[in-house]
């Protein structure tokens, strides 16, 4: 079974940086997708970054440049740090993973999902 587990996140201020972690658990390989994605209140998920099996990684354009994906694959750890944060980061914000290649808008095919961390920033 596959278990996802969040760490960080919390309240910063404007152009304030967190690092958010997702420790990923039962998968049995490395061959499979992890991407961030966050949620604020009244609005739709966001698809914000994935990384490949390779190493690849792909960006929104709402964070790029300020958001940074990385993977630890022998912890099995992915890393989202966010530099340059804005109010309009604020939202809760998830890890979760897909077979293979599956690019961060697919959010339908990413199947595993984190329990979810918020990230809150003052102006």
């Known amino acids: 079974q596959v278990r996802l587990e969040q760490s960080g996140g919390g309240s910063v201020q404007l152009c304030g940086s967190l690092r958010l972690s997702c420790v990923v658990s039962?998968?049995?390989?490395?061959?499979?997708?992890v991407a961030w994605i966050r949620q604020a209140p009244g609005k739709e998920r966001e698809g914000l970054a994935n990384i490949y099996p390779d190493g690849n990684t792909q960006y929104a354009d709402s964070v790029k440049g300020r958001f940074t994906m990385s993977r630890d694959f022998d912890k099995g750890t992915a890393y989202l740090q966010m530099n340059g944060l804005k109010p309009e980061d604020t939202a809760m914000y998830y890890c979760?993973?897909?077979?293979?290649?599956?690019?961060?808008?697919?959010?339908?095919?990413?199947?595993?999902w984190g329990q979810g961390t918020q990230v809150t920033v003052a102006s």
């Open positions: 039962g998968y049995g390989t490395t061959r499979y997708s």
């Open positions: 979760a993973t897909g077979p293979r290649y599956v690019h961060f808008r697919e959010l339908t095919l990413f199947n595993s």
